[in-house]
């Protein structure tokens, strides 16, 4: 069955340091994409970077890198130079391909992150 | 240009009443897509819209629950009677295409059921 995982509850990280969130995946389509969400207190969803299952390299976008693991399904989120900013919960979500006849996503519990100054 | 926005924000009612919430999408952005957060779960799928045909409904808890996409423009789900394992934060998303496009996700709506 389709799951993603995120074993991580909560993370604490000092400013400027960097810090990765743990994402691991399962699934039987061999097309997926393989999304972060973070999530601030104010609640609304932000969408932060996306990696497809046949891209070759890493995606990367400003201070956020995937790192994509796809023998080891595994996409773990990294953020280069914390922010106080950057607190807040981060979801990983999955969205299958086209065997599955719709898009929707599977999200994981998320992970709370502080960045501490 | 807007993003997804839903109302309300926040809805509290009690056990056996009803709620509609709503969420338009962003302009152009065929597929929307319900999704709700129960208090310390993951985000999980209720349904997909294509314009107005609803494409996924298999995330829909039970028959209490009634989405509507009038006009393939905004959406409404209604829970009647609400019940107390509704309680949970309702997300509206929606995209431009299927295909690898995110989803732009609302501010959510949190339904307090008491």
């Known amino acids: 069955a389709q799951k993603i995982t995120q074993t991580q509850p909560g993370m604490f990280v000092q400013e400027k340091e960097a810090v990765t969130l743990d994402c691991t995946y399962d699934?039987?389509?061999?097309?997926?994409?393989l999304f972060w969400y973070k999530q601030p207190s104010s609640g609304e969803m932000i969408f932060l970077i996306y990696?497809?299952?046949?891209?070759?390299q890493n995606a990367t976008e400003g201070r956020y890198s995937l790192n994509f693991q796809k023998a080891r399904k595994s996409a773990n989120l990294v953020i280069s130079a914390s922010q106080l900013g950057d607190s807040a919960m981060y979801f990983c979500?999955?969205?299958?391909?086209?065997?599955?006849?719709?898009?929707?996503?599977?999200f994981g519990t998320g992970t709370r992150l502080k960045v501490l100054a | 240009e807007a993003g997804v926005t839903q109302f309300p924000s926040h809805s509290v009612i009690e056990k056996g009443q009803t709620v509609t919430l709503r969420c338009d999408p962003i302009?152009?952005?065929?597929?929307l897509y319900w999704y709700r957060r129960v208090m310390g779960k993951e985000i999980k799928f209720l349904l997909h819209?294509?314009?107005?045909?609803?494409?996924?409904e298999s995330g829909m808890p039970n028959n209490r629950f009634l989405a509507e996409r009038t006009g393939g423009t905004y959406s409404t789900l209604k829970v009647q009677p609400a019940e107390l394992e509704d309680s949970g934060v309702y997300f509206c998303?929606?995209?431009?295409?299927?295909?690898?496009?995110?989803?732009?996700f609302g501010p959510g709506t949190r339904l307090t059921v008491l």
């Open positions: 990696q497809g299952s046949y891209d070759q």
């Open positions: 302009s152009g952005h065929d597929n």
């Open positions: 819209f294509v314009k107005e045909s609803k494409q996924d």
């Open positions: 979500a999955m969205r299958e391909g086209a065997t599955s006849g719709t898009y929707k996503y599977i």
């Open positions: 699934t039987s389509d061999p097309s997926y994409g």
């Open positions: 998303a929606s995209s431009f295409e299927t295909s690898y496009n995110e989803q732009f």
